[in-house]
């Protein structure tokens, strides 16, 4: 979502950051909001299949608080259908979490909880709690879910990199612990700040002992992705999903509508229409593209 706030200070979780008010640097003003909750809208409808359904459920990474969720479920062409969220604060120190939205009429929710980032070597270090949540389909199977946004690669990769693999342990540890629970499919997605070849990635998929995770971003055009830095695409937004569920996907992909990219200044080729520039709103979207996924667990077995 790229710097989804809301105009006012969030003070459900103490946020210092006044950033993105009227008073603020970005100079945030309802207007632009609500402008920015409509261009966001329009990408996720735009997501709709070839039977114009549109997503079950949807994964946001950088979104402040309640308030925005219930904006873009309420307050733009998403109103017309019936989607709910789920949330939780989280100690980010700029303030942005993850969130889920899904479909009443598809899923129910049967459980969810945060799943807090811990960095022992510096106590103070603040990030993004991971999302989970169990649903129940129409079809009565079940779908758990877990929504990530990785510490950032500020400090450079290298030096940041044992963060994004820690956060991977803390989510081995509890894969592990529903995994001996259920053998119900489970979905990991988000923005790993990371690539599939990392470390971070290749402990989910290889270390594990008691449940496999297979990438769905390693079967992809290498040349793609979802972000681009310095002229290169690379695939730091990525689906994971449990091995033995591997049989219900129809396929993932990167969503590269023409709308959402803008020829890059700096390198050949295009790269993600931000919704910023420095401090200045544009007429941008994000600065990574959306990724996706046709799972059908009512045809499992």
Request: charged share 25%.
């Amino acid at each position: 979502m790229e710097n989804l706030f809301h105009p006012s200070v969030d003070s459900l979780n103490g946020n210092p950051d006044q950033s993105f008010t009227p008073e603020g640097d970005y100079q945030w003003h309802f207007g632009s909001y609500y402008e920015r909750i409509n261009r966001l809208a329009k990408v996720l409808i735009n997501l709709s299949d070839s039977s114009f359904q549109s997503p079950a459920l949807m994964g946001l990474a950088e979104v402040e608080c309640q308030e925005v969720l219930e904006d873009l479920r309420l307050k733009s062409p998403l109103r017309k259908l019936d989607y709910q969220w789920v949330h939780y604060d989280s100690p980010d120190r700029r303030g942005i979490d993850v969130a889920i939205l899904y479909r009443r009429d598809l899923l129910r929710l049967i459980d969810s909880k945060k799943i807090p980032f811990v960095w022992p070597k510096e106590k103070e270090y603040r990030s993004r709690d991971m999302l989970y949540a169990k649903f129940k389909t129409k079809a009565g199977t079940y779908l758990q879910v877990i929504i990530c946004h990785w510490p950032s690669r500020y400090g450079g990769q290298a030096a940041s990199e044992p963060k994004r693999l820690q956060a991977a342990r803390i989510l081995g540890r509890f894969c592990d612990s529903i995994a001996l629970i259920n053998q119900d499919p489970i979905l990991i997605m988000g923005d790993f700040n990371d690539g599939p070849g990392d470390k971070s990635l290749s402990y989910l998929c290889d270390s594990l002992e008691n449940i496999g995770f297979e990438n769905l971003m390693k079967s992809l055009n290498p040349a793609l992705g979802s972000h681009r830095f310095q002229g290169n695409w690379e695939y730091l937004d990525q689906i994971l999903i449990r091995r033995d569920s591997r049989s219900k996907l129809a396929k993932a992909q990167v969503f590269r509508a023409d709308f959402l990219l803008e020829e890059e200044t700096k390198f050949p080729g295009y790269k993600p229409k931000r919704a910023f520039k420095g401090r200045f709103f544009t007429t941008g979207f994000s600065d990574h593209l959306p990724i996706y996924l046709d799972y059908h667990p009512a045809t499992q077995p």
